[in-house]
T-cell receptor
Framework: AQTVTQSQPEMSVQEAETVTLSCTYD???????LFWYKQPPSRQMILVIR??????QNATENRFSVNFQKAAKSFSLKISDSQLGDTAMYFC????????????FGTGTLLAVQP | ETGVTQTPRHLVMGMTNKKSLKCEQH?????MYWYKQSAKKPLELMFV???????ENNSVPSRFSPECPNSSHLFLHLHTLQPEDSALYLC?????????????????FGAGTRLSVL
């Protein structure tokens, strides 16, 4: 069974600094998709970034980028120039592309951006 | 207006009550999902609907009864719940179940209903 592990329950970063959130996963599949979602206090789960496993190039979205290491089954999220609005829970999620499009989530990392 | 709207935002109910959670998506998607989010636990997939047909029931107790009358609406009917069912219930939608140019396997979430069972 696939699992997703986020080993950092909480992290803190100063405004304008860079922070990296860790995620590892376990799967025997070769083609799959990985996501980072952000859940602010408003509770809305918002997609931050998406990575396709068959693409070697790391995905980037403005200040957000990933370090995807397929062999190590690692998928970390880097946030550059952190802003106060980045304060949220961040969830790493795995999708094996099966018949039900099932997302498997980690337990999340609570990121606090300090002014 | 967000693409996926859930009502109510908060719900308090007794163990003998019957209530329903509503989800509506305005994204033209044809797949919808219910997730349960409990404190300190990963989100748990409960149900998946595609084209109004249930395709996944993830060992959810029968006191949770989903309904998908059309591709834009999804309900979760609740009856005789237990205190351990207190959680945030999230709805999501996607453009189909399989990957593709439109879908990209991305699910879009609502803001959830915070349920407290007394």
């Amino acid at each position: 069974a696939q699992t997703v592990t986020q080993s950092q329950p909480e992290m803190s970063v100063q405004e304008a600094e860079t922070v990296t959130l860790s995620c590892t996963y376990d799967t025997s599949e070769n083609n799959y998709y990985l996501f980072w979602y952000k859940q602010p206090p408003s509770r809305q789960m918002i997609l931050v970034i998406r990575q396709e496993a068959y693409k070697q190039q790391n995905a980037t979205e403005n200040r957000f980028s990933v370090n995807f290491q397929k062999a190590a089954k690692s998928f970390s999220l880097k946030i550059s120039d952190s802003q106060l609005g980045d304060t949220a829970m961040y969830f790493c999620a795995f999708n094996g592309g099966g018949a039900t499009n099932k997302l498997i989530f980690g337990t999340g990392t609570l990121l606090a951006v300090q002014p | 207006e967000t693409g996926v709207t859930q009502t109510p935002r908060h719900l308090v109910m007794g163990m003998t009550n019957k209530k329903s959670l509503k989800c509506e998506q305005h994204l033209g998607h044809n797949a919808m999902y219910w997730y349960k989010q409990s404190a300190k636990k990963p989100l748990e997939l409960m149900f998946v609907y595609s084209l109004e047909e249930r395709v996944e029931n993830n060992s959810v107790p029968s006191r949770f009864s989903p309904e998908c009358p059309n591709s834009s609406h999804l309900f979760l009917h609740l009856h005789t719940l237990q205190p351990e069912d207190s959680a945030l219930y999230l709805c999501a939608s996607s453009h189909g179940l399989a990957g593709g140019i439109k879908s990209k396997n991305i699910q879009y979430f609502g803001a959830g209903t915070r349920l407290s069972v007394l």
